[in-house]
């Protein structure tokens, strides 16, 4: 059984860093029988609910008919609370008067729609990809006697300084064009779109490895030459996105670590160390974003974890939607969900 996409209404939603998002809802999708085992499957950056389905299926581990399975929607992916859908407020300079976002609100709202609204006792397990394995370890630390098992694929529980560098180029693409206007663009009814098309570009360096466009991999499908992927897969996609949703979601990123709480205080081993659910850490062997002597490092200090690192010269997008017909990239990684689900 699947549900629609459906809201739950959180009210005035206070904030880690001070702001409260005013009547604010968290969007979501559910798979299956809810007296069957819980997976929570968060989205990832600039992904909505629809783009995790591929990983859900009955010829899937991620099979509706043995799991309730639910995809929450992060704050800023146009589908929860967002700059895009929210009314600015005058207090808030940030995306256009949206106020500032952290792995630990996007939790807590979570678990409130999963224990409040839906009645839920435990998860069986939470996985996502990217993003969505940030938001992983962020369950295991904060909730760690609500999750018994974690699978973060191509991710990590505290954004590196190199992944910074990247995120911080990002941002000034989008920042200093003209039209973006310290995000008040959508009152204009504009968009920073060449701000945009530089922001995808960008991304089209680090997505995919050295080794996909040594061997113009991108002509597998479809795209003519290299030229043809950075507009038509690159630019594309990120013009279709609001930029400010964008700015929400990307400074998430770049202050991702699970040890940045009143819980913790800085101390990233202590907060890897108080993790009880049992860990299957997936790092892409060639990802640029998250490399695995990164997990390794977290794997080391996690008490009941295990690493196996995801062998594709598709990098970070190993772990990602399929890119035309890519079966073995996902079926390695579906097989490697049911040996430890």
Not at 46 to 72: C, H, M, Q
Not at 286 to 309: R, T, W
Request: proline share 5%.
């Amino acid at each position: 059984m699947e549900s629609e996409i459906q809201t739950y209404n959180l009210g005035d939603f206070s904030l880690q860093r001070g702001g409260v998002i005013k009547n604010a809802f968290i969007a979501y999708k559910t798979f299956g029988d809810p007296k069957n085992p819980l997976i929570i499957y968060p989205t990832w950056y600039s992904g909505d609910i629809a783009a995790n389905e591929w990983l859900i299926g009955k010829d899937r581990t991620l099979n509706p008919e043995k799991y309730f399975i639910v995809i929450p929607a992060m704050f800023g992916n146009g589908q929860s609370s967002s700059p895009s859908n929210t009314r600015p407020e005058k207090e808030y300079e940030t995306f256009g008067g949206f106020p500032r976002i952290t792995n630990w609100d996007n939790i807590r709202a979570q678990y409130e729609l999963i224990t409040k609204h839906l009645g839920l006792k435990e998860a069986h397990a939470v996985l996502g990809w990217s993003m969505g394995a940030g938001q992983t370890y962020q369950w295991a630390v904060q909730y760690p006697d609500f999750v018994k098992k974690i699978i973060p694929f191509c991710g990590s529980a505290k954004t590196s300084l190199h992944n910074i560098v990247f995120l911080k180029s990002l941002k000034a693409a989008l920042e200093l064009d003209p039209v973006y206007d310290n995000g008040h663009y959508a009152t204009k009814g504009v968009k920073p779109e060449n701000g945009l098309k530089a922001f995808g570009r960008i991304y089209a360096g680090w997505g995919f490895t050295q080794t996909f466009y040594r061997h113009k991999m991108f002509e597998w499908f479809g795209f003519k030459d290299l030229e043809d992927f950075l507009v038509n897969f690159w630019e594309k996609y990120f013009l279709s996105k609001d930029a400010n949703n964008l700015l929400c979601m990307l400074d998430v990123w770049i202050h991702g670590d699970v040890s940045d709480n009143e819980m913790f205080k800085g101390d990233f081993v202590r907060a890897l160390g108080s993790i009880k659910a049992e860990a299957l850490v997936i790092p892409g062997k060639y990802d640029l974003y998250f490399p695995p002597e990164d997990s390794e490092i977290e794997v080391k200090n996690m008490k009941n974890a295990k690493l196996l690192e995801f062998d594709s010269h598709y990098g970070h997008w190993a772990g990602g939607p399929p890119l035309g017909e890519k079966h073995k990239d996902v079926d390695w990684l579906d097989a490697r969900l049911r040996e430890f689900l």
